[in-house]
């Protein structure tokens, strides 16, 4: 775990300059339309660095990851299809490299947008089932836009305050407790990762 604790250790060093904010930025933003890490352990560094700023380190990261949600709809709804209305060689693409998405979870989520609705974005923007396969399934399917943006925001902006409201109020307890627990706290936080991308591929 020693190349994980100095992976921690790098990114928590970032959080003293003045690079770090725009990190978070960009990984939020990215993290919601196609890249897999979500941004999480950088809000935790960044907040941790800079208490005094926990929650404006939320804020920045939910107005990105609701941007990059914003921009995997568009994804989905501008570059998905060929003019056949088969798939494009981009969502090709998608189904090859991106993890847990596949074109029979493609199809199953369409199904539970026409159930669930502003449910299935929520739940998908405030726990670890990759975001990014319900951003861009939205727009491929044309859920309605006003609710997909009124769900993102109220679920990234849920998760990332609750993250940084915690770091906020407990700071510097919350930083002891990673120090000492860090190696657990890392197996714990790929757990849920790979465990998104497994509900993924069990329930759909």
Known sequence: MNWVRGLYDWVLH????PYGPAALFILS?????????PPDVLLIALALGM???AL????????ASVSGAIFGYGIGAYAWWAQDGSFSGFAQWFFNNIPGFTEPVF??????????????????????????VFTVSAGAFDINFFMFILASIVSRSARFFLIAGLIWKFGEPIRAFIDKYFNLLAIAFT??????????????
Request: proline share 5%.
């Open 14 to 17: 970032w959080a003293e300059t």
């Open 29 to 37: 933003f990215a993290e919601a339309s196609f890249f897999p890490i």
């Open 51 to 53: 208490r005094t700023r």
């Open 56 to 63: 404006h380190f939320a804020l920045l990261c939910a107005l």
């Open 107 to 132: 199809f199953r989520i369409q199904d539970l947008y026409e159930t669930w609705n502003f449910w299935l974005i929520f739940t998908a923007g405030f726990t670890p089932i990759p975001f990014k």
């Open 191 to 204: 757990a849920l990762l790979i465990g998104g991308f497994l509900i993924i591929k069990l329930m759909f």
